[in-house]
């Protein structure tokens, strides 16, 4: 019969998944609704989910700068073009997953 100690016990802890965090899955939903969005070219869409919901998640997330930028994407003077709008919300999107990526190292160190 083996016994455990705690060493087995970390490693074993730090070996199991751990479920992600409310704002990760909250994240992960945020993107696919942008995503489908920007492949469907909704604009309006896209703007909503800017201003609210990017913005909302920022916040609650701690993530000022995005919360910031997702605003100034709808709120300051309107784009020159609808390819310039759509490349700031690809920005976005990339800032995002970046974000993502930072939320699932953290869950899983």
């Known amino acids: 019969m083996r016994v455990h100690n705690a060493t087995d016990c970390a490693m074993l802890h730090r070996n199991m998944n751990t479920p992600p965090a409310p704002l990760q ?4 939903d ?3 609704d942008l995503q489908h969005a920007r492949r469907h070219q909704d604009m309006s869409r896209l703007a909503l989910l800017a201003y609210c919901e990017v913005r909302r998640w920022a916040r609650q997330a701690g993530e000022n700068a995005l ?3 997702s605003a100034a994407l709808v709120t300051r003077s309107p784009q020159a073009t609808r390819d310039q709008f759509m490349a700031e919300v690809d920005e976005l999107i990339g800032q995002l997953q970046q974000a993502h990526g930072r939320l699932v ?4 160190a």
């Open 30 to 32: 945020l993107l696919g």
């Open 67 to 69: 919360a910031e930028r």
């Open 105 to 108: 190292a953290a869950t899983t």
């Open 25 to 28: 899955l909250s994240l992960e």
